[in-house]
């Protein structure tokens, strides 16, 4: 009979066949250009079905059915040789069950070990009453003060900070807002959104972004980071805060802005249930609108603000932002590149130098920044449902630096 009927017979896929013929387990005439699947192909297809419900790998299979065709075995030989084959399976299969109920055990225990762990005291993020004298006016650039205030434990959940100019921003569930919440998307984040990214993520993507992870928290340690004003701008998801969230310094200030209310209040409440509390002040607002006084930042971490921002801006941000930087600060930043442009790109061209690595360099540069060390990742050709700024035909990468004045 021809493939597809033999398939059918034995309910597999035509491709499966073809991987049994490829391994030499099922080995057909052909004629004329067609395959002919007789009595011997069949009883092979048997007993290959056979061997794989008792757990036999096709490798095995195919030492067997080598064994058998190349000795021409006798009735005893052949049930001697079926028995010790049979009893080192058994044996393997035994060990195997061992090792898993062993297996069992570990993940039992290590599940009683979290379920114990969950119970924990979280700890509240809202604007630290000391961090106040931080903030002024973005219209006349006055002290604000505090109104109608809500406060736990230092911590300013709600309430309004005022100018005598009249300006006002607010604080609601211990974020400060300055503006209208940005509406662009109606997504609701939780606790599954992470794995959710990474299952729309291909893969070589998110290990480009894990080594970023860990090049910029090792570098970020060649900042002194006691009594440090660090500011963050586009928060995103919190990978890189989270990244390095334990090694912060209980008087370090980080700031991070981002203007999505939605992910700053997912982000708060993952970190609310970390066991160590740190400084971490959550800005909603536009990069160019955060209300801090002007060179109080020591660490600017740039991962992937500028870049983002500029998808649909003509200016460098690090540029629009100086103002926020003390003279002697450092620069922690992540930008991505494309090594060329498809004709069908989603980046205009007005702004495709903001994704040119000589173009990035001469910005920092220009800044008075000077590079400490830099990190070049691989291409990657594919991102995700997260991750589509590129299509395809396009390859991108991350150029990461840290810099000091």
Known sequence: MKIGKFSETYRLSIDTIRHYMDL??????KQGGQYFFDSRCQKDLEDILNFKNMGFSLNEIKIVFLYKSLSKLTAY???LYYRTFFTEKLKKVENDIKGLIKTKERLEDK???????????NCTFGIDLRVLKLFKCLK???DLILYDAAVNSNQVMNGKLKCDCGEEYVIESGILRVGEPYQGTTYKYDDEHIIEYVNNTDMAYLDNLHKGLEWGGRKIKLCNLDNKIILELGTGFGFF???IYDELPDDCIYIAVDHSMERHKFL????????HKRNIIFICSDFLSVPIKKKSVDIILDISGTSNYGFKHDHFLLDLVDDYIKEDAYLLGSYILFKSFSINSVIDRKYRRNFMLENIKEKIRGLKFKALEENTSDYVDKGGKYENYFVEGEKVYTYSVIAKR
């Open 24 to 29: 030499g387990l099922i080995v057909p005439e």
């Open 140 to 142: 006349c650039s006055r």
């Open 268 to 275: 708060k409440s993952m970190l609310e249930s970390s066991a």
């Open 77 to 79: 030989q052949e049930n």
């Open 111 to 121: 599940l009683e070990e979290l379920c114990r762990n969950v119970d924990k005291d």
């Open 241 to 243: 805060l989270r990244h």
